[in-house]
């Protein structure tokens, strides 16, 4: 009946989710609130690493794209279900090292990496670096030696791959500041170079070609691309290139009309073109890894508000205005993306027209969703927007000094806070004057 089979209708009529009472969640914690189910999260690794194994042997590594959900407590979810994870800032990492997760499954990615963020990686032995341009390169190559350490690397290639997504979403075309092109060479001048640098270690190749994408097809070309390139770099240089990482992107259902394709379908076709690939062009098969993000994590979300006013401006809309927006969700403003909405008290009553849901910011794109179908709505009334859990609270922010909500993980009916909501005075913490 819902988008999310993790959430359901219990004894009271409410919205449940992992087997939790919403609307006591609410009641418990304030609004708004970000809710995550752990369970839906750890099925979700499961049928990854489910698909791999069974597609493609042991020769695998899933990474958790973090920038979809960074927190101490992930980490140690996604740890503990045999992910590694990649990370694109010093602060996701040292998150990620705070929670006590394994530096040896910990990919550095990013298009400016710093040269302190370099250093510190470096010095915490993380597993690889996903290197974006020369510059980055011959930093790593300074650093390492610095440091007396190897750095293991793999490149970011654009492979030229349409992922039919949305344009903010899309990288693996040659426009996009993410990485270095095949089509004009670029990228079999970086591996040339890597080769004669004696602190780095080359290991593979990455590509991601955007997020959100719904069709198995441009995973498997930009599966057969990446194969091809490693055959003329086996050709040229002698090398074999022994990782292949194919990025994340998988998408997932927001609305009725999406419509992904499943896991295992997305998985059992670039596998499937990898050693077909690997055969054609005498390669030895490589490890293979992904970078899932959102569909670790967006499904397993909700976040839930309370109504304030609802404003009905005749012949033109009606305005419902919540207690959050576009600092805990700026996705509508940023993609226009949409979300389905329901009220957790009542969620199977049927929608009486389509009304605006507004924020409480002080800027008129701060919208959550435009023609939103629901029942009769009054000031008071508790708003959950489904299918938050990914780029929702890791893109939140203090616009107007909103602090941020806390984040409730359940697990088969059990809740527990992993994120506190911020007050006031953690707003005014770094005002020196
Ligand atoms: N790997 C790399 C190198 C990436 O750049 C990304 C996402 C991922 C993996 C994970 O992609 P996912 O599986 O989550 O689609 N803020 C946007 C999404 C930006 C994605 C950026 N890179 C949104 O809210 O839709």
Redesign the pocket.
Known sequence: MFISDSLTINNNGHLAIGGADVVSLAEKYGTPLYIMDEDKIRRTCREYNNALKECYGDNFLV?Y?S??FSSKYIYKVIDSEGFGT?V?SGGELYTALKAGFPAGKIAF?GNNKTPAEIEFALKNNIRDF?VDNVFELHLLDETAKKLGVRAKISF?IKPGVDAHT?D??K?GQIDSK?GVALENGEAFDIIKEALTLSNIELCGV?C?I????FDAEPFSHAAEIMMQFMASIKNEFGYELSELNL?????IRYTEKDDPNSIYESVKNFTDTVKCEAQKHGLKLPFISI??????V?ESGITVYTVGSVKNIPGVRTYVSVDGGMTDNP?YA??G?EYMMLLPERPSAKPSGKVTVAGRNCESGDLLGEDVPLPEVTPGDLLTVLTTG??NYS?ASNYNRVPRPPVVMVNHGEDKLIIKRETYEDLIANDLM
Do not use: C, N, W
């Open positions: 990474f794209a920038k979809a990649d694109v990615h996903v970011r949305h903010f979403i990288t993410f990455h991601h955007g997020s959100q994408i990025g994340g992107g998988f998408g970078e899932p993000g959102r569909s670790v967006a996705r940023l993609y993306a990914a780029y893109m």
